[in-house]
């Protein structure tokens, strides 16, 4: 099993910056490719980024290239994602996942397996 508790979500004025982590605990985390969803009131959860877990290949969704970036620091257990120049769009809770496949893309949901608890992020004015 794979567990996370994330951190770093809050409040913040559009064009701020905001750095989510996801600390992971478990056997097989290291093994795992890790994903960012979100999930707007409302709206489906949608896939964020997400970063294999063998040669660190990442994937973003078209809205949050250039302005997002996920790493990981397997020594720490931990995955980032970086969020710059963000967006009111950008409000929602995000999730961190683990793909015990290790490829995570695509990045859907019912693709992943274990699951954090979640943590929102609002940004506005």
């Known amino acids: 099993q794979v567990q996370f508790e994330e951190s770093g979500g809050g409040l913040v004025q559009p064009g701020d910056s905001l750095r989510l982590s996801c600390v992971a605990s478990?056997?097989?985390?290291?093994?795992?490719?890790v994903g960012w969803f979100r999930q707007a009131p409302g709206k489906e959860r949608e896939g964020v980024s997400c970063i294999s877990s063998s040669d660190g290949t990442t994937y973003y969704r078209d809205s949050v290239k250039g302005r997002f970036t996920v790493s990981r620091d397997n020594a720490k257990n931990t995955v980032y994602l970086q969020m710059n120049r963000l967006k009111p769009e950008d409000t929602a809770i995000y999730y961190c996942a683990a793909d015990i496949t290790g490829w995570g893309t695509p990045v859907l949901a019912h693709r992943y397996d274990y699951w954090g608890q979640g943590i929102q992020v609002t940004v506005s004015a």
């Open positions: 478990g056997s097989i985390w290291p093994y795992t490719a």
